[in-house]
């Protein structure tokens, strides 16, 4: 079943006019095309950490083909395994979307977000949690490429563009009226309207602040570790990130050797990925507090509401930052509820895509706390930049304390890949999402027959 | 990719002894067979509720085939779509099965269950949760079925003579600590210890408390739901449950009918299916309590542990019970520790089998919060009496307040159906974890291929 792309079954949800005899010609999906691509990283060590120590960075790839428009695409990122039932679970969505009018999907994205989250039958496989819900996020999230192209504006324009009324249109209010309500998100909204102009001439002036996790992954030795901090810092950044949580004097040596190196300017961020329970992670952070370590991300795990609100307690003023993997909207209210976190670290492809990303963009707002999204992995960067970008010209307004996530691996794969300089992403300027694999990409590391995984050469 | 059973592809992991050219018969996993088994259960409206409007019961089904000793059952209990998705994530962990000795899972089924959630790239689908941390209980419990049929009892005696040490080992403490230790637990299974072969018997004797859910149906008319009120209690069950939250004066109409029917003596609870946000949910319980209401079931998301906590302030002396969507034990703990419910409804296909409910079970029993779980569905009933007798002999000790949720319809299709006399199941006394299905239910609802859904005869 990962061999070839998987089309959906056509479903007519509606007849083109046809009553004299003229038939309209309203584009449509024509096919949902499911790819399972695989990059074998884990030969490299790049993207290791304390548990995830050999991942094969893959996406489960959803190509919406329209019968005379633009295409639209979405995946969901994964590390190897596993991608082919995140393929399934994308496929299963497929009657939601062939032969239904293109303009009928990007008309009312916030009603087709529901209308998927709301399947009485699939949203028991979550509900909004896990596969089922990481799927319809990929399918939401092509369907706003698709928005987007046809609109012929990159999606943080296109965002930034719509009314207070039609943003809280987008979101999925339910769960939400305790920490948020409607009206309260258009009063943020209202309050940031303004200022969008003079904003989005200075994003695409300067460009949005980025910070790095290249020099810091697990699997580097001492040296490279140096080399690539001082780089970093060369490079125009001033925020890295190392990845820690493996054995203790590891971690005190490598923040030594890249606070040398950085200088006391630079902030650096550090990453335990999940590894551990409440009171070792406090223990162990307090150990790390000597080199003024800006933030302590996954201490424990993203499920535990609670204990990052007691961590966070402990090990003050380092920060406490999370949500790479925070399953929906109702764990990031509760986590800015609970005062468990500095930083609010939204992922494109773990919830249910742009929109539920934009109740969470509302929620960071209304609580006052940054958004630094996760980014990485294969695409994270080009669509988590958007989120930003959008979040800076009409939602927070600013972009004090906040720092998009780069990694420089897996781009020259992508149609229209991140620009950084001086430490900054540039705004995105072409239409869409920027989600396109270029079609060389996909075959190529099509798993399991692509050249790249069996060994045929492919200069 | 759903209409045949689907093998996984063998992995020799270590080769019989054959040094001196003898063979010994080890007996190893032959072959992991998923099925996708659904019941048209919308054609009459059984199961339905607030939100889950049309449900067909469904099962992705594993059997493990052994080379020369009895099978292994297991399942992810769904209501329909996307069981497809829980069937590829249970055929995902094949390799972890296919050529290894049954002795070497049987023998450690604390580290096959710690193994199966801890491999470095699954776990990105999760982390334990949704449909992947799903797929790893159906082939836990498959796992106790097999090692519960090698050693000729049922399942909860099985569990019930281990050693405190011994179930403290089936645990995965990751993330718990802050709530629970190993050592607090084995304080807590010693002090049940010397009870256990006086309760034993006393579960032969008397069965266990059980509450029935078959009156409650949202889709039921009135007289439907008068009779079945009053056919329960003159069955002897002491409990009933009605669905809510659709319609405030169908609930306080449907709830007057009740309790006329049952008497003031019998306990009457409700359940609304995630429908509310916290404010809705406090109002409506509020209404609803003149009818004498012992728990609310489910008032908001299954992820809102704050939002139970401020409900549960809020309607007291009504008690708040959740449990059967809450995706780990992770979510179990806060529950707990922020007093956010009076009943632990653990599901045994949610989490990730029997190893994460006996911790469930753990926790529970250190809080002192009765557990009453969540059944119905298909074969849930079969399986989660045998946690709650566990929890009887050797954790909590007690059934004080403590009832199973009874649903009158497809146990037919089980070899080892439950038995519920005077509104109590009886101990099951064969062997396993009376998961199997029978062959000839595997075949007829088969999907969509059994006859069932091809509307072949099939007398």
Same mark, same amino acid.
């Given at each position: 079943?990962?061999?070839e792309p998987?089309t959906?079954?056509p479903?007519?949800?509606e007849?083109?006019s046809?009553?004299?005899?003229?038939?309209?010609?309203v584009?449509?999906?024509?096919a949902?095309?499911?790819?399972?691509?695989?990059?074998?990283?884990?030969?490299?060590?790049?993207?290791?950490?304390?548990m995830n120590l050999?991942?094969d960075y893959?996406?489960?790839?959803?190509v919406?083909?329209t019968?005379?428009?633009p295409?639209?695409?979405?995946?969901?990122?994964?590390?190897g395994?596993?991608?082919?039932?995140?393929a399934?679970?994308?496929?299963?969505?497929?009657p939601?979307?062939v032969?239904?009018?293109?303009?009928?999907?990007?008309?009312? !994205?916030g009603?087709?977000?529901?209308?998927?989250?709301?399947?009485s039958?699939?949203?028991?496989?979550g509900?909004?949690?896990?596969?089922?819900?990481?799927a319809?996020?990929a399918?939401?999230?092509?369907a706003?490429?698709?928005?987007?192209?046809?609109?012929?504006k990159?999606?943080?324009?296109?965002?930034?563009?719509?009314?207070?009324?039609?943003?809280?249109?987008?979101?999925?209010?339910?769960y939400?009226?305790?920490?948020?309500?409607?009206?309260?998100?258009?009063?943020i909204?209202?309050?940031?309207?303004?200022?969008r102009?003079?904003r989005t001439?200075?994003?695409r002036?300067?460009?949005?602040?980025?910070y790095?996790?290249?020099?810091?992954?697990?699997?580097?030795?001492?040296?490279?570790?140096?080399?690539?901090a001082?780089?970093a810092?060369?490079?125009?950044?001033?925020?890295?990130?190392?990845?820690?949580?493996?054995?203790?004097?590891d971690d005190?040596?490598?923040?030594?050797?890249?606070?040398q190196?950085?200088g006391?300017?630079?902030?650096?961020?550090?990453?335990?990925?999940?590894r551990?329970?409440?009171p070792a992670?406090?223990?162990?952070v307090r150990?790390l507090?000597?080199?003024?370590?800006?933030?302590?991300?996954e201490?424990t795990?993203?499920?535990?509401?609670?204990g990052h609100?007691?961590?966070?307690?402990?090990?003050?003023p380092?920060?406490?930052?999370?949500g790479?993997?925070?399953?929906?909207?109702?764990?990031?209210?509760?986590? !800015?509820?609970?005062?468990?976190?500095?930083f609010?670290?939204?992922?494109?492809?773990?919830?249910?895509?742009?929109?539920?990303?934009?109740?969470?963009? !509302?929620?960071?707002?209304?609580?006052?706390?940054?958004?630094c999204?996760?980014?990485?992995?294969?695409?994270?960067?080009?669509?988590?930049?958007h989120?930003?970008?959008?979040?800076?010209?009409a939602?927070?307004?600013s972009?004090?304390?906040?720092?998009?996530?780069?990694?420089d691996?897996?781009?020259?794969?992508?149609?229209?890949p991140?620009?950084?300089?001086g430490?900054?992403y540039?705004?995105p300027?072409r239409?869409?999402?920027?989600?396109?694999?270029?079609?060389?990409?996909?075959?190529?590391?099509?798993?399991?027959?692509?050249?790249a995984?069996t060994?045929?050469?492919?200069?």
């Open positions: 079943m990962t061999d998987r959906g079954v479903q007519a949800r007849q083109p046809s009553r004299l005899g003229v038939v309209l010609p584009d449509r999906i024509l949902v095309e499911v790819h399972d691509v695989r990059f074998p990283t884990s030969r490299e060590l790049d993207g290791s950490d304390a050999d991942p893959s996406a489960a790839y959803v919406l083909r019968t005379s428009g295409e639209g695409h979405g995946f969901i990122f994964t590390i395994r596993g991608n082919e039932v995140a399934a679970a994308i496929s299963s969505l497929a939601y979307l032969g239904r009018p293109v303009a009928e999907i990007t008309g009312d !994205l009603g087709f977000y529901r209308e998927l989250t709301s399947d039958q699939l949203r028991w496989l509900p909004e949690k896990g596969v089922m819900h990481m319809i996020g399918v939401v999230n092509a706003w490429d698709l928005a987007a192209k046809v609109a012929e990159p999606l943080w324009l296109l965002l930034s563009e719509l009314s207070p009324e039609k943003i809280v249109g987008l979101v999925d209010w339910r939400l009226s305790d920490a948020l309500t409607p009206e309260e998100a258009v009063v909204l209202r309050a940031a309207e303004p200022g102009p003079e001439a200075r994003l002036a300067e460009g949005y602040p980025a790095t996790t290249t020099p810091g992954w697990l699997g580097y030795d001492d040296d490279k570790l140096a080399l690539l001082k780089e810092v060369a490079a125009g950044y001033s925020q890295i990130k190392l990845k820690v949580g493996a054995d203790l004097d005190l040596r490598r923040l030594a050797i890249a606070r190196a950085v006391p300017e630079v902030r650096i961020a550090v990453d335990a990925n999940q551990w329970d409440v992670a406090i223990e162990w150990r507090a000597e080199f003024d370590v800006w933030w302590i991300e201490p795990s993203p499920d535990d509401i609670l609100a007691a961590i966070r307690r402990a090990v003050a380092i920060g406490v930052a999370t790479e993997h925070a399953q929906n909207r109702i764990v990031f209210k509760q986590l !800015l509820q609970a005062s468990a976190i500095d609010v670290q939204l992922d494109a492809t773990r919830v249910g895509g742009v929109n539920e990303n934009v109740a969470i963009l !509302l929620l960071a707002a209304k609580f006052s706390v940054p958004v999204p996760h980014a990485g992995g294969v695409g994270l960067c080009e669509l988590v930049q989120l930003s970008m959008f979040d800076f010209v939602v927070s307004g972009w004090q304390d906040r720092v998009i996530e780069y990694v691996h897996l781009h020259e794969h992508f149609v229209d991140v620009t950084i300089r430490g900054r540039l705004a300027e239409a869409g999402f920027s989600a396109d694999l270029k079609p060389e990409a996909l075959e190529r590391f099509r798993y399991p027959a692509g050249p995984w060994g045929v050469r492919d200069a």
